[in-house]
């Protein structure tokens, strides 16, 4: 299903993390590296067909830009990316890097990253305002399904 929904093999692939209400993969939890030992920084993995498409509509807008300046200049949301890149950088201490692989604490580079991380580890503030301008959180008819019903008539 996750392959179905990225359009190509997961990988490194360790768990579904999150489901939608319609009971499909949303959000995956990666493993630190690849099977050729590569690092993969990113450690939730947003899968859900539906929000992937509201937050690249997001990011193409310049979200990550109006983000990361809300970031900066909000106290709340400074302190909320803090709590989370430490967090993130504790889930991974052999890679050392912050979410979405970010090298630099406080650093924005992928609202994917940060949607997903969001609805890993609820309560993480920036996240979730990232969610929230993406638009309607769950597709309204459980379009995954069709992953379903594409693999029974094969």
Known sequence: MVSWQLGRPARPFRRVAVRCPHGFPAVTEQAPFDSDGKPFPTTYYLTCPWLVAGIARLEAAGGVERWSRAAEADPALTASLARADREQRELRPEL???????????????????????????????????????????????????ALQEDAST
């Open 96 to 146: 050392d890097v912050g979410i979405g692989g970010t090298r630099s604490p406080g650093a924005l580079k992928c609202l994917h990253a940060h949607a997903a991380f969001a609805l890993a580890r609820p309560g993480y503030e920036l996240g979730e305002g990232v969610l929230g301008e993406a638009g309607e959180r769950w597709c309204p008819d459980g379009r995954c399904a069709r």
